[in-house]
């Protein structure tokens, strides 16, 4: 079990470079909806959608910075 860890973590990161800004905002906007209707758990639920925004905004910049490179072309 604890060999999983890495393989899991390397997973994870390949999959983060493929989500967009918008997938990100939308699974923001999700976790900030089951925050709202869940009182044990809601606190941690705003804080990870709050997260998923950080992730979209940082995203966002490295789309524009991709996007102008390509015009640059």
Request: charged content about 30%; some cysteine; glycine content about 6%.
């Amino acid at each position: 079990m604890g060999n999983s860890a890495p393989a899991n973590s390397s997973l994870v990161r390949e999959r983060l470079k493929e989500l967009t800004s918008a997938e990100c905002l939308k699974i923001a906007e999700r976790k900030m909806g089951e925050a709202v209707g869940d009182r044990r758990h809601g606190k941690e639920l705003t804080a990870t959608a709050q997260a998923w925004l950080v992730l979209a905004e940082r995203i966002a910049q490295a789309e524009a910075i991709e996007a102008l490179k390509a015009k640059g072309k």
